[in-house]
């Protein structure tokens, strides 16, 4: 590598501009002095942070932030993120209640007190009161496990050290739970209610990681001020003061391995003629997923063990995507009675019933059985206009035909079913709320395929692999941790993080931080400052 340019030259390389990465490059600049380059393959970066805007900059959205939890004042994930920003994101907390549970014959209302949350639970299922109570001590155990595991080992728990918390051996998902401990059908639904966080039905998640969501919206829901898109705007000049730098716009083709350890990217700018170029760094971190790194972006020629491993995980475990539709409103939403607060509505409140036909809207364009819905807008004071998102599940396959076709050219078919989802999405809305249709101004529809377009994630899911249970059995699935086979190789972001969302990954970013620090000191200082 003496041979290099210096400007081809880092102590850090980070693949991906997401949460994970942001973690890592601001940590190591401030707190190692490291010199890091951030590749990014998105003309914008800032991976699921960051926003963007339509209609002459006149509607903004942000494509992964809807909330985030424990951004009160003395939360760890906000002292945590005031640290990678300087301080310099500010959150608003959402209006209570921040969430609703939407069914057919009872709504929710979820306030961020966790001991409301448990009273208006008690009050609604009095005869099941004890199995409440029960409920709210375990999700605290479960939760810590991870968190102090995650703190301390920079590594999720082994799935055995999560049964032996709770003293359940034969629970491991979240429907393994509720079916033990609870009998009304309902209160099941409403606990289940946020499993689109982490994108899998109670069958398929793992209890801990369902714990872990709920325990971190105890405290409420928050909004970053100006949009998600400030998070990178507070970490890019950061980067910059140590002699890094941030390209976008630039592909990582592959990781650079000699001699059995990573020692740069080989990379492709993906406008213009410009050729291939070579980044080195002692450090390389690879924000892109455990799937892409190992299975595309290191050479075959690297032996990893694991590979057809990880293969046949990610076949048997394929995680369901997502649709999005982003709606510019030529009016406040507030009028219809809607005051910032998500809404989580479902065709019934059997959750693997309306998992299983997520799609089946999509062939009649008839009920949804899963949307969220959520109001950028009436949550950041900073907003000049009106905006909603609505996300809805549906499978990859549904858009595979289309895959090969350029992103905004994929032709007429394509743009008259993404009107037809659009078209659907509103309608329903307005079937609960009339009137809404008559403010929609603007809308425009994201698909799996723009996800895969822009992130590289497999078939388009925005939560990386599947939280489910074989996750964590660490002899089965050793491809989710922070280290690798290959040295100087690090992962970070979700993947390495444990769980799913901005939380998760930024706590992957910490974890790989330690980990590339070989010392628990910058923990320490955090925790102290």
């Given at each position: 590598m003496s041979t290099q340019n210096s400007e081809e030259m880092y102590d850090v390389i980070c693949i991906g501009s997401g949460m994970g990465s942001l973690t890592v490059s601001s940590l190591l600049s401030q707190y190692a002095g490291k010199k890091v380059l951030m590749i990014e393959k998105h003309f914008q970066a800032g991976g699921y942070t960051h926003a963007f805007a339509r209609k002459a900059n006149k509607f903004h959205w942000d494509v992964g932030i809807h909330y985030v939890g424990d951004m009160h004042e003395t939360g760890f994930s906000r002292l945590l993120m005031d640290k990678i920003t300087k301080g310099n994101v500010k959150w608003n907390r959402m209006p209570e209640p921040f969430e609703k549970f939407v069914y057919p014959d009872r709504t929710f209302d979820l306030y961020g007190d966790e001991e409301k949350f448990k009273s208006d639970?008690?009050?609604?299922?009095?005869?099941?009161?004890?199995?409440?109570?029960?409920?709210?001590?375990?999700?605290?155990?479960?939760?810590?496990?991870?968190?102090?595991?995650?703190?301390?080992?920079?590594?999720?728990?082994?799935?055995?050290?999560?049964?032996?918390q709770l003293d359940k051996p034969n629970i491991e998902t979240l429907k393994d739970y509720l079916d033990a401990n609870f009998k009304n059908q309902d209160i099941k639904a409403i606990l289940a209610?946020?499993?689109g966080d982490y994108g899998l039905p109670p069958s398929k998640c793992l209890f801990a990681t369902h714990a872990a969501l709920v325990v971190h919206y105890f405290n409420g829901g928050y909004y970053p001020v100006g949009g998600g898109g400030k998070i990178f705007e507070s970490v890019e000049p950061i980067i910059h003061a140590n002699g890094g730098k941030v390209?976008?716009?630039?592909?990582?083709?592959?990781?650079?391995?000699?001699?059995?350890?990573?020692?740069?990217?080989?990379?492709?700018?993906?406008?213009?003629?410009?050729p291939e170029k070579n980044y080195y760094a002692d450090v390389i971190v690879s924000c892109a997923g455990a799937y892409p790194t190992y299975m595309k972006l290191l050479p075959e020629s690297v032996p990893i063990s694991f590979r057809k491993d990880l293969s046949d995980f990610y076949k048997k475990e394929k995680m369901a995507t997502s649709i999005c539709v982003y709606m510019g409103l030529s009016d406040s939403p507030a009028k219809l009675g809607f005051k910032g607060e998500?809404?989580?509505?479902?065709?019934?409140?059997?959750?693997?019933?309306?998992?299983?036909?997520?799609?089946?809207?999509l062939e009649n364009f008839g009920e949804i059985r899963n949307l969220?819905?959520?109001?950028?807008?009436?949550?950041?004071?900073?907003?000049?206009h009106h905006t909603a998102d609505m996300i809805t599940f549906t499978d990859y396959a549904l858009f595979e035909k289309w895959k090969d076709l350029p992103w905004k050219k994929r032709g007429e078919e394509y743009e008259a079913f993404k009107k037809k989802i659009a078209d659907t999405v509103v309608q329903t809305i307005e079937k609960r709320f009339p009137g809404f249709k008559d403010i929609v101004e603007y809308i425009e529809v994201s698909t799996p395929l723009t996800n895969e377009h822009f992130t590289s994630h497999p078939d388009g899911a925005i939560y990386g692999l599947a939280c489910v249970p074989e996750r964590y059995n660490k002899?089965?699935?050793?491809?989710?941790?922070?280290?690798?086979?290959?040295?100087?190789?690090?992962?970070?972001?979700?993947d390495a993080g444990g769980s799913p969302g901005i939380a998760g990954a930024m706590m992957g970013g910490l974890a790989t931080t330690l980990k590339v620090l070989g010392s628990r000191e910058l923990l320490k200082k955090i925790l102290k400052e």
């Open positions: 639970l008690i009050s609604q299922f009095p005869d099941e009161t004890e199995a409440i109570h029960q409920y709210f001590k375990d999700l605290h155990k479960a939760a810590a496990l991870f968190g102090k595991s995650m703190m301390m080992k920079s590594s999720t728990p082994d799935l055995s050290a999560f049964k032996a209610s946020q499993w390209l976008n716009t630039t592909e990582v083709l592959e990781i650079i391995v000699e001699n059995g350890k990573a020692i740069g990217v080989k990379t492709r700018f993906l406008r213009g003629e410009k998500n809404h989580w509505i479902f065709a019934s409140n059997d959750h693997e019933a309306n998992f299983k036909e997520r799609n089946e809207w969220y819905m959520s109001f950028p807008s009436l949550k950041d004071p900073d907003a000049k002899s089965k699935s050793p491809w989710f941790e922070v280290t690798t086979p290959v040295a100087g190789l690090y992962l970070t972001g979700a």
